[in-house]
């Protein structure tokens, strides 16, 4: 399965959460990342979908 790569700014938007919120899940270990060349963070909107629907429930 192929997977849409977004960029941590896009990510914090999908989950309407602020980029800092986003780089604190990172550094928790709450989402998994990937690094492509070493660079920039890119998030799989796959893992960002299951990770919204998980803390939606949480959440109720």
């Known amino acids: ?26 550094k928790q270990g709450l989402l998994k990342t990937s690094r492509p060349g070493g660079h920039m963070i890119r998030i799989c909107l796959e893992v960002l979908n299951t990770f919204g629907e998980e803390s939606n429930a949480s959440t109720h």
């Open 1 to 26: 399965m192929a997977c849409t790569w977004l960029t941590v700014e896009e990510a914090a938007d999908f989950l309407k959460v602020d980029k800092s919120t986003l780089y604190r899940y990172i």
